[in-house]
């Protein structure tokens, strides 16, 4: 019996309820009663208003509305926290949410994006393998055989390939390009010059060489010849002069009968008789020995 009652009196109450206007526009408008009354445009909020001329006033600063609406009053954009190093994008607008996104090299700590965390540094010698953006961090790696960075978060290069008439001086490593030098001939022209020296110091040894035996076997010729010739003076030392070697002396013979005629006995050049003792060579007098032997002096100058 009570179960009866209660279903027939929600069937009252429902029954009571006005039917909504089948024919108003869910997007653009609302219905009131047997009447569709227009809605706000998204931006912009309503004032007190009749139904069929709605008076709408546009959303204050840092607040917005997304679509159409009745609303006395916009909704509140979020706050980006800068000590979060959150900031806001460029495009705000009174008829979208605003979203807080992280600063330049900065992303999300968690999926939450509580706050926001620097990216990672890519060092010297690393690869600069995935740039980071506001949700994910920078990825790095150590460079490939054959290739480097030199600088922070950045990608690594290949090896410089030293072009024809050029050699590696100095090999790359993952921090450094490969240094090319231009091949130089200076080796070359060195061995040519050191060469040019020693053919030139074994001529001179040679002409020296050359010149000194040649002396020496002059000087023998002098010395097989008689005379010496030295520097100064010149004093000719003659074999003839070998017979000079002894000093001739005359003695007179008192106890002797001595034939003094030219044609047994020789004469000096003074006119002087030469004579011979018995067993003894012709000597001169000491006067006359020491006259021939100036004469025989002054004539070799």
Not at 94 to 115: A, G, L, P, Y
Not at 148 to 168: A, P
Not at 234 to 262: L, N, R
Request: charged residues 20%; negative net charge; glycine residues 4%.
């Amino acid at each position: 019996m009570f179960s009866c009652l209660l279903l027939t009196a929600i069937m009252v109450m429902s029954s009571a309820q006005p039917t909504p206007n089948p024919y108003c526009d869910p997007q653009t408008e609302y219905a009131d009663g047997n009447n569709c009354c227009k809605l706000c445009e998204p931006g912009k909020r309503m004032s007190p208003s009749s139904c069929q001329h709605p008076v709408c006033v546009d959303c204050e600063p840092n607040r917005y509305q997304d679509e159409h609406n009745k609303e006395a009053k916009c909704k509140q954009q979020p706050y980006c926290d800068p000590n979060k190093n959150f900031q806001v994008l460029m495009h705000v607008s009174n008829t979208e949410k605003n979203s807080c996104v992280c600063k330049k090299d900065f992303h999300c700590s968690s999926t939450q994006c509580i706050t926001c965390v620097p990216h990672t540094t890519c060092e010297p010698g690393e690869d600069l393998f995935s740039k980071g953006n506001q949700t994910h961090d920078s990825v790095c790696r150590p460079c490939p055989e054959g290739t480097f960075s030199s600088t922070t978060n950045s990608k690594c290069v290949q090896w410089t390939k030293c072009k024809e008439g050029f050699h590696v001086a100095q090999n790359g490593t993952s921090r450094s390009d490969r240094v090319c030098e231009a091949n130089s001939r200076a080796h070359i022209i060195a061995g040519v010059v050191i060469f040019v020296l020693i053919v030139f110091i074994l001529a001179i040894v040679f002409l020296v060489y050359k010149y000194l035996d040649k002396s020496r076997y002059k000087g023998e010729k002098l010395f097989e010849n008689g005379h010496v010739e030295v520097i100064g003076p010149k004093i000719m030392i003659q074999e003839e002069m070998s017979e000079f070697s002894q000093p001739i002396i005359s003695v007179p013979v008192e106890d002797e009968d001595v034939d003094m005629s030219s044609e047994h006995h020789p004469k000096t050049e003074n006119g002087h008789c030469l004579v011979q003792e018995d067993g003894k060579p012709d000597r001169l007098s000491r006067q006359e020995s020491q006259g021939q032997a100036s004469s025989a002096s002054y004539s070799s100058y």
